[in-house]
């Protein structure tokens, strides 16, 4: 691997004479370039008039911030001048159909943590590309096995960019003085069994049991069924979560549970659990609802919510082991969660 190789010279010798390729090659391209526009003004911040304040909701219901606004007209633009069938974006209610003969499609959220743009923490955008069918209005009614591409882009320390187009997992970092993304690791592997876990563990109370019985057994860690000690993580961006999966493993939760508006789990399956777990499962990862691969689900509508599991294999499938097999979840007993322990089950 050469750290000199850029984006634009990976993308040519992975796309040869298929016209398909070169159209989903031109997609990345574009949104590459819109992010580099974006991590522009997340790296100004204020002083680019970005301060992360509420400008009212998107349409389905989450608070949109002003850089929300501003990424997705950034990428809009950029992707509205390619053969591109089919936009769909978290900031708008529909479709947005361009060119219905095009051969692809592009579902994108384009600023993933926006919550967490005034602490100055990481954000970043997430796209899925999918193949048009006959009728462009059910393009993102297909399985997530469907895609073509997915990655994202990490506004942090560095601006990262993690692509599969379904031939392992690249990851290039932006060099701010050519203004260009370089190679920096190739055919990523997530080590299959770790031990850190991140989940916004203030929600235990509201979690189904596989779940709990998950995370204490965790907690529990040498002394547990797992026999290591854990740590625990939780940045409250998706992107940012993946990101340290991709380099050094760990399990994501982002379930569904029992809070109203929460049973369906809350990431959204066509423009964030798609293209995650597209990614995940190309570094030799794992993704899944707890009983159901999120590859195989096929969107019921738009902004369908879903739950996500997403790390390590190994981790991965004990989770969801504890879903299909419920008396392997009562066997954990965690004696700081169990029935006698400082929280009530």
Not at 55 to 69: A, E, I, P
Not at 179 to 205: C, D, H, M, W
Not at 285 to 301: E, F, H, K, Y
């Amino acid at each position: 691997m050469s750290q000199e190789l850029t984006l634009q010279q990976r993308l040519e010798a992975l796309a040869g004479p298929d016209p398909l390729r070169r159209a989903v090659n031109e997609a990345v391209a574009a949104l590459a370039q819109a992010s580099i526009e974006i991590s522009d003004l997340t790296c100004r911040g204020a002083l680019a008039g970005i301060t992360g304040q509420a400008r009212g909701r998107n349409t389905d219901g989450d608070v949109q911030k002003d850089l929300d606004v501003r990424a997705d007209d950034i990428i809009r633009a950029a992707l509205g001048r390619l053969p591109i069938a089919v936009l769909a974006s978290e900031e708008m209610a529909d479709l947005d159909i361009l060119n219905a003969n095009a051969p692809i499609s592009v579902a994108f959220d384009p600023l993933d943590g926006s919550s967490n743009i005034n602490t100055n923490m990481s954000v970043g955008t997430i796209f899925s590309i999918m193949p048009t069918p006959s009728d462009a209005s059910a393009a993102f009614t297909q399985p997530g096995s469907a895609q073509l591409a997915a990655g994202f882009v990490v506004y942090g320390p560095q601006t990262s960019l993690v692509l599969t187009l379904g031939q392992g997992v690249d990851i290039f970092t932006l060099d701010r003085d050519s203004r260009e993304y370089k190679l920096t690791g190739s055919t990523v592997q997530i080590p299959p069994n770790a031990t850190e876990f991140a989940i916004n563990a203030s929600n235990r109370r509201h979690w189904d049991l596989p779940v709990r019985a998950y995370i204490d057994e965790c907690l529990m860690g040498a002394d547990g069924m797992g026999g290591k000690d854990f740590n625990m993580r939780w940045i409250g961006s998706l992107v940012a979560e993946a990101f340290r999966i991709l380099i050094r493993g760990g399990i994501f939760l982002y379930p569904g549970d029992a809070r109203h508006g929460y049973e369906e789990g809350r990431l959204r399956l066509v423009y964030e659990a798609h293209p995650m777990a597209f990614i995940i499962e190309q570094a030799g990862g794992g993704a899944t609802t707890g009983r159901q691969r999120v590859l195989d689900l096929v969107p019921r509508t738009l902004h369908q919510r879903v739950p996500l599991i997403m790390g390590s294999i190994k981790n991965v499938q004990r989770l969801e082991h504890m879903h299909t097999a419920p008396d392997v979840a009562l066997e954990t007993n965690a004696p700081l969660f169990g029935h006698r322990g400082l929280f009530r089950v």
